[in-house]
């Protein structure tokens, strides 16, 4: 009896003592878990998503056999040392079993440790074959790239960009602008982009020019549609025919981004600075709508400079700029080098200058050849009152080969040797 109550008090003993040693190994366990999901935080950047699945597969079964090893022995060792007490009574062995059983809230812990321990990852290279259970477990990326320097990836998942190539946008163009190729990829097609592609087909724009105003003007995909009709409707009020309001639109993108008030401001600026008439100002506009949408100060300076520096007079500069309107936009040193040409070299007077105004628009390089042949020749005669007389308009705009056989009375062949003694 003394020996059954000694027996019995060593196996409670041990059993106080085993389950300590594996309340011990269950903290251990929690302190490694928390330094390994730390670990992995840091390293959490160098791992791809769907590596990460497949090393959490592997690592959890490699674990899972180990326990499975181990419960084992462990039942093992119980069975032998359960045989060196057959005498005790079944009450005892009730009381010994469950300090070797293993614990629910144990098992629970090893498995968060599986989950979050990362270092066995090391061990695998990222060239290892995988199997196709694995593979089918990779993530597939989006179908639109998240981000790109160019338009050209997005043209085959957009419908808004591809519709906008068939019409002929030049999207390489846009994509240099800031903001511009987000703004396109953000907009519908059949709620933002047809609809203002419909209103510029009722205003009178051609197929072939939406894709030239759009190019241009991108912003007019997201303009409100009451405000170009306004504008719209302000132009036709001026008494400019649909016609023409629709070939002001399609030369000049920006037109219709303007507000009404510009625009009523710029059509008073001309008509008051140049002294013009309701017609003449509409006429101008028309041939060079530009004008309503461009900067103010290069035309005020070239009026200046036409006024000042080269010495027309108010009148002259009035009938200039109605022959030829591209005179208030020319770049000024080029407008006063070929006025300096003209008047200085080739002795033209303001009056002839004035007559043939689109002298004054031509290339600088065509009007020089032309005159030293000419004078090579000794032709050049641009006087009317005197023989051999030649037109400053026939000068600068027939081709080479008629102003050698009609002016120069020469073979193209002896004016092109002529260029290049020049």
């Given at each position: 009896?003394?020996?059954?109550?000694?027996?019995?008090?060593?196996?409670?003993?041990?059993?106080?003592?085993?389950?300590?040693?594996?309340?011990?190994?269950q903290?251990?366990?929690?302190?490694?878990?928390?330094?390994?999901?730390?670990?992995a935080?840091?390293?959490?950047?160098?791992f791809?998503n769907?590596?990460?699945t497949t090393t959490?597969?592997?690592?959890?079964?490699?674990?899972?056999?180990?326990?499975?090893?181990?419960?084992?022995?462990?039942?093992?060792?119980?069975?032998?040392?359960?045989?060196?007490?057959?005498d005790?009574?079944?009450?005892?062995?009730?009381?010994?079993?469950?300090?070797?059983?293993?614990?629910?809230d144990?098992?629970?812990?090893?498995?968060?440790?599986?989950?979050?321990?990362?270092?066995?990852?090391?061990?695998?290279?990222?060239?290892?074959e995988?199997?196709?259970?694995?593979s089918?477990?990779?993530?597939?990326?989006?179908?639109?790239?998240?981000?790109?320097?160019s338009?050209?990836?997005y043209?085959?998942k957009?419908?808004?960009?591809?519709?906008?190539?068939?019409?002929?946008?030049?999207?390489?163009?846009?994509?240099?602008?800031?903001?511009?190729?987000?703004?396109?990829l953000?907009l519908d097609?059949?709620?933002?982009?047809?609809?203002?592609?419909l209103?510029?087909?009722?205003i009178?724009v051609?197929?072939?020019?939406?894709?030239?105003?759009?190019?241009?003007?991108?912003?007019?995909?997201?303009?409100?549609?009451?405000?170009?009709?306004?504008?719209?409707?302000?132009?036709?009020?001026?008494?400019?025919?649909?016609?023409?309001?629709?070939?002001?639109?399609?030369?000049?993108?920006?037109?219709?981004?303007?507000?009404?008030?510009?625009?009523?401001?710029?059509?008073?600026?001309?008509q008051?600075?140049?002294?013009?008439s309701?017609?003449?100002?509409?006429?101008?506009?028309?041939?060079?709508?530009?004008?309503?949408?461009?900067?103010?100060?290069?035309?005020?300076?070239?009026?200046?400079?036409?006024?000042?520096?080269?010495?027309?007079?108010?009148?002259?500069?009035?009938?200039?700029?109605?022959?030829?309107?591209?005179?208030?936009?020319?770049?000024?040193?080029?407008l006063?080098?070929?006025?300096?040409?003209?008047?200085?070299?080739?002795?033209?007077?303001?009056?002839?200058?004035?007559?043939?105004?689109?002298?004054?628009?031509?290339?600088?390089?065509?009007?020089?050849?032309?005159?030293?042949?000419?004078?090579?020749?000794?032709?050049?005669?641009?006087?009317?009152?005197?023989?051999?007389?030649?037109?400053?308009d026939?000068?600068?705009?027939?081709?080479?080969?008629?102003?050698?056989?009609?002016?120069?009375?020469?073979?193209?062949?002896?004016?092109?040797?002529?260029?290049?003694?020049l």
């Open positions: 009896m003394t020996m059954s109550t000694s027996a019995k008090l060593c196996l409670r003993w041990r059993g106080l003592l085993f389950s300590k040693t594996i309340t011990r190994l903290c251990f366990q929690v302190q490694r878990c928390n330094s390994a999901a730390s670990s935080s840091i390293s959490s950047g160098l791809l769907h590596n990460l959490h597969t592997r690592i959890k079964i490699k674990h899972q056999k180990c326990c499975y090893n181990n419960l084992t022995s462990k039942h093992l060792a119980t069975d032998a040392k359960e045989d060196k007490y057959k005790l009574s079944r009450t005892d062995v009730i009381e010994y079993k469950p300090a070797l059983l293993p614990r629910t144990a098992f629970s812990v090893s498995e968060h440790v599986i989950s979050l321990d990362l270092d066995v990852a090391e061990e695998y290279s990222a060239l290892e995988i199997s196709d259970e694995e089918a477990g990779i993530s597939i990326p989006a179908n639109i790239p998240p981000a790109s320097n338009l050209r990836d043209v085959d957009s419908e808004t960009l591809t519709k906008l190539v068939q019409l002929g946008v030049h999207l390489w163009k846009l994509e240099q602008r800031p903001n511009v190729g987000s703004m396109l953000r097609f059949n709620t933002d982009v047809a609809p203002r592609l209103f510029l087909k009722q009178g051609e197929n072939s020019r939406l894709g030239y105003i759009i190019t241009h003007n991108p912003f007019i995909l997201t303009a409100d549609l009451d405000n170009l009709q306004a504008r719209v409707n302000y132009l036709k009020s001026k008494k400019f025919s649909s016609e023409t309001v629709a070939s002001m639109v399609s030369r000049a993108p920006f037109l219709l981004s303007f507000s009404v008030k510009r625009l009523d401001n710029r059509l008073g600026f001309y008051q600075q140049l002294k013009l309701a017609s003449n100002t509409r006429d101008i506009v028309a041939r060079l709508p530009r004008l309503l949408c461009g900067s103010l100060e290069p035309v005020k300076e070239n009026l200046k400079v036409c006024e000042i520096e080269l010495g027309f007079k108010q009148n002259e500069i009035q009938h200039m700029v109605i022959a030829v309107p591209k005179v208030l936009t020319a770049n000024k040193k080029k006063t080098q070929i006025f300096d040409y003209l008047h200085n070299t080739m002795k033209v007077p303001h009056h002839l200058i004035t007559k043939f105004p689109q002298v004054l628009n031509t290339k600088f390089l065509r009007l020089r050849e032309r005159h030293l042949f000419l004078e090579y020749l000794e032709k050049a005669q641009y006087d009317p009152t005197l023989a051999r007389y030649i037109s400053l026939r000068l600068v705009s027939l081709p080479d080969e008629t102003f050698c056989t009609e002016l120069a009375l020469a073979t193209l062949d002896d004016f092109y040797l002529f260029q290049k003694t």
